[in-house]
């Protein structure tokens, strides 16, 4: 369901991520550099993304936005109030 309320954020803990391995976390690592050089971003602990992130992200892994949230909230790299949060919009 859309929007009626403001979804709780996505939130990345950069630090985290930083200590995953390489192997499962590269593609996410190198995403969310890639924002933060966007942004100009480089002092955060922490990292806001779009929830459309989440829907290209999803695509990149290769699994459904609903599993990929719950796998990165396994890793510790985002918000467990995260899950539940990304619109699935199956195609
Ligand atoms: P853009 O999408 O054209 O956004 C231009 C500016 O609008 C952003 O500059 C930011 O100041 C503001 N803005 C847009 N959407 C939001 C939002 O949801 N929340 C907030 N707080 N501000 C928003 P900024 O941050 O310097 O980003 C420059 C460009 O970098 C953006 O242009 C976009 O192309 C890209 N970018 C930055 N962050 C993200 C992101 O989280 N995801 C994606 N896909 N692109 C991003
Ligand atoms: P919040 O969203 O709960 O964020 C809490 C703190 O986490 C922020 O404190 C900031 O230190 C950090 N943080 C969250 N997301 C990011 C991020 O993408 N990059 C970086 N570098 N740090 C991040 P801060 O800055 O004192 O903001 C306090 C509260 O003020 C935020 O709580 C939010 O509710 C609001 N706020 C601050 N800046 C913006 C903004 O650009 N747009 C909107 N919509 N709200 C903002
Ligand atoms: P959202 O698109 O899901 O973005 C969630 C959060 O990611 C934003 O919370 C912000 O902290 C971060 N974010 C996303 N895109 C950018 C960006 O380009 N630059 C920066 N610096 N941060 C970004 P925020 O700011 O509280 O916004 C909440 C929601 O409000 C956003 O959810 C989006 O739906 C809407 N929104 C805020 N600003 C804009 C805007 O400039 N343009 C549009 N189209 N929507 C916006």
């Given at each position: 369901a859309a929007a009626a309320a403001a979804p709780?954020?996505?939130i990345l803990d950069l630090e985290a991520l930083q200590h995953l391995d390489a192997s499962e976390a590269g593609p996410l690592?190198?995403?969310a550099a890639t924002i933060q050089a966007q942004r100009g971003d480089y002092n955060g602990k922490v990292l806001s993304i779009r929830?459309?992130?989440m829907r290209t992200l999803a695509v990149i892994y290769d699994e459904s936005p609903t599993t990929l949230t719950e796998r990165f909230i396994s890793?510790?790299?985002l918000n467990p109030e995260a899950?539940?949060?990304v619109e699935v919009e199956e195609t």
């Open positions: 709780p954020r996505l690592t190198r995403y929830q459309d992130d890793w510790g790299v899950k539940g949060d």
